[in-house]
């Protein structure tokens, strides 16, 4: 009587292993309702293991989260791109940008979705941190961190103009039981985020059925503000820790820290944790805006969705 499972394999090989050895029973009673799979897709066999698990809880699944890894994916094509149609499904949440399907593909494959979510994840804090190595001088920061956001994240940047030029109308006209399109943005310098769907910091946007607005999909404005002021807050703290940044030298293995002015390596380490934490919100926070700020001019009738 499983209604719900979440499947997170941190290697190709679990990832076969678990699901190819997973048998729950299609019961017509108590079905399958949602499934989130989690981890690294980087061969045929994973792949293969991924969609095979998928196609045959199709039916019924109401809730499905594809949050897998397919960056070295060369032997086969993304899961999603080859999935079958969930006539059941209403809440999807994929890994993208980049996206690997077209906009067509939703209304295709899942007929009846309400909530489309798209997760982006990335090394915020540790290439922010790599980025803050190569300045010289505390005030010019933020700025470079800005600068830098946009050729580190060049497919954020493509996806969010893909996303508002053609988007929000193609996924409007053609799924119209969507409800609401958001973006959640994930830091996984320390391996798998495992953080609740609820608590990782995004963005809304929700569909728009008055007649006198052009716009598509509006930005919420609770949801989005929240989420920029909490990031906008942990940005600010960069200036506090500039001290700290030139006063030391490292890298991300031990063999390259050098810690000095400090009582002990602990204290350092927890100093410096806290300095790459900050670093990736400032990051984090230009790629919200890469998505959001669009809206915000759509809002003051300054650009056309």
């Not at 994930?186 to 609740?196: A, H, K, L, M, W």
Request: charged share 25%.
């Amino acid at each position: 009587s499983l209604e719900s499972l979440t499947v997170l394999g941190f290697e190709d090989a679990a990832m076969v292993n678990v699901l190819s050895r997973l048998s729950i029973p299609k019961s017509k009673a108590a079905p399958l309702r949602s499934l989130t799979v989690m981890g690294a897709c980087h061969t045929a066999s994973a792949q293969k293991a991924i969609l095979t698990t998928l196609n045959r809880h199709a039916p019924t699944l109401v809730h499905l989260e594809l949050n897998v890894w397919t960056e070295f994916l060369s032997d086969a094509v993304d899961p999603l791109a080859e999935i079958g149609v969930m006539p059941e499904l209403k809440q999807l949440t994929i890994r993208a940008p980049p996206l690997w399907v077209p906009w067509e593909h939703f209304a295709e494959c899942f007929p009846n979705l309400e909530e489309l979510t798209f997760l982006y994840s990335q090394d915020f804090a540790r290439n922010a941190v790599e980025v803050l190595d190569d300045c010289e001088h505390p005030a010019e920061q933020q700025e470079l961190l800005q600068e830098h956001a946009l050729w580190l994240y060049r497919d954020a940047v493509l996806f969010a103009r893909d996303l508002h030029k053609r988007g929000f109308r193609r996924l409007a006209k053609q799924c119209q039981s969507l409800k609401e399109i958001r973006l959640s943005v994930i830091d996984c310098s320390n391996g798998y985020d495992v953080t609740p769907a609820e608590e990782r910091p995004g963005l809304l946007w929700r569909r728009n059925s008055s007649p006198e607005v052009s716009q598509y999909f509006c930005r919420d404005s609770t949801t989005n503000n929240i989420t920029r002021s909490r990031l906008k807050a942990q940005a600010e703290l960069l200036e506090s820790t500039s001290d700290f940044i030139y006063d030391h030298t490292w890298g991300f293995g031990d063999d390259d820290m050098e810690w000095s002015d400090s009582d002990t390596e602990a204290d350092d380490m927890e100093a410096y944790e806290e300095v790459a934490s900050t670093a990736g919100s400032a990051a984090m926070l230009q790629v919200v805006r890469l998505f959001d700020d669009p809206s915000l001019e759509a809002d003051f009738g300054l650009r056309r969705q």
